[in-house]
């Protein structure tokens, strides 16, 4: 488990060094968000095979090659598609009630996904987070990913991490 998580942290470094250039959807260019759900499923992929080393190569093997194939699908999202998702988001975290689905769709691009609060809190007297998980269909391929969002004091949502 600590060599997933150390291949997780990779990953979103990486991600970091990669955002500084723009933002996206939900805080990240959809690029480097998808290169972060990639490297993770690929990190705790890669975690399942061999032994000591052996298992901390396939481990490190599965984060890049996640993280390669994650960030081509998130390229893949177009402006259209942020926009969708974006909505579905503060629908989302505005009104759902935890544990219910928000969904997406773009009919140009045929990709969809959901949004879905799982728990509300306040993190500091009169700030309400929520955290989510957002699942999202490109080109027949599946990605989850999750999340916090707080609500900003001009009422907006703020994707944390």
């Not at 490297?39 to 984060?63: D, E, P, R």
């Not at 194939?69 to 935890?98: C, H």
């Amino acid at each position: 488990m600590k060599k997933v998580l150390l291949a997780c942290a990779l990953t979103l470094s990486l991600a970091a060094c990669a955002q500084q250039g723009g933002g996206g959807g939900f805080g990240m260019n959809k690029q480097t968000g998808g290169a972060v759900l990639g490297g993770v499923g690929g990190a705790v992929a890669g975690s399942q095979f061999g032994k000591g080393k052996g298992q901390l190569a396939a481990t490190a093997v599965g984060t890049l090659l996640g993280a390669f194939i994650g960030s081509e699908v998130g390229a893949s999202l177009d402006r259209a598609d942020q926009t969708y998702a974006n909505q579905a988001g503060n629908r989302a975290f505005e009104r759902a009630p935890s544990g219910q689905s928000v969904a997406w769709n773009n009919p140009d691009s045929g990709n969809s996904g959901t949004i879905t609060p799982t728990r509300t809190y306040e993190a500091t007297p009169g700030q309400y987070c929520r955290e989510y998980q957002q699942t999202i269909m490109v080109g027949g391929q599946q990605q989850q990913s999750y999340g916090t969002a707080c609500r900003q004091p001009d009422g907006s949502w703020k994707v944390q991490n």
